[in-house]
């Protein structure tokens, strides 16, 4: 099928008050998720890990992930460049087709079929929130993914979706066969090929 109709002008608008996607489910500052002052002092292996296991308990609906700086500033410069991309997820009656939009620190997923009915107002089935405050310091951006329909997208499959989101932004090659030509050649985008490369049947 062909995505001509996307392109980087295309999308979501804004957040809670722009007329788009609503306020995000997590703060956005992290601040206000966990006292930093718990992490002074305290070497970047051992944050990391204390922020996994924060969110090893699934049943909340939540998935923590991190992210080195330079990670992050490769993954920031990618987005920016290319704020759109297509995942599917496996499901046991075929797969469905997310779409992910950056915004900000944000990565927002919402189905295909919404995004087409109505951009503006799909909602975020998956919310990734990038928190950078330790990135100067420790050399280290926690990650919070929000699941808001655990029917569609639950812990255990976001998890799977943000390893591969990272994967396509962040592999160079990926990143250039697939994200870039989905962003600026959509035309040239060969959705089949795509979902053959992940594992799926087309």
């Not at 049943?59 to 297509?86: D, H, M």
């Not at 990734?128 to 499959?157: C, M, Q, W």
Request: charged share 20%.
């Amino acid at each position: 099928s062909s995505f001509s109709s996307f392109s980087s002008s295309s999308g979501l608008s804004g957040l809670a008050g722009v007329g788009g996607w609503k306020a995000p489910p997590s703060p956005t500052q992290l601040e206000k998720v966990v006292k930093l002052e718990t992490f002074a002092g305290q070497t970047s292996e051992y944050i990391g890990q204390t922020w996994l296991k924060f969110h090893e308990d699934e049943t909340k609906g939540r998935v923590g992930w991190t992210l080195t700086r330079s990670q992050y500033k490769q993954l920031k410069r990618n987005a920016n460049e290319c704020p759109l991309f297509i995942i599917p997820l496996e499901k046991p009656e075929g797969y469905v087709t997310l779409v992910v939009q950056w915004q900000s620190q944000l990565a927002l997923f919402t189905t295909l079929d919404e995004f087409r009915a109505s951009a503006s107002n799909a909602d975020s089935h998956l919310t990734l929130t990038h928190y950078t405050e330790l990135a100067a310091k420790k050399g280290l951006v926690l990650v919070r993914g929000d699941t808001s329909t655990p029917k569609l997208i639950n812990a255990f499959e976001a998890r799977m979706l943000v390893k591969r989101l990272y994967d396509y932004y962040l592999d160079p090659q990926k990143y250039s066969r697939w994200v870039k030509t989905f962003n600026h050649a959509s035309k040239q985008f060969d959705y089949n090929s795509y979902i053959k490369e992940l594992g799926f049947l087309a």
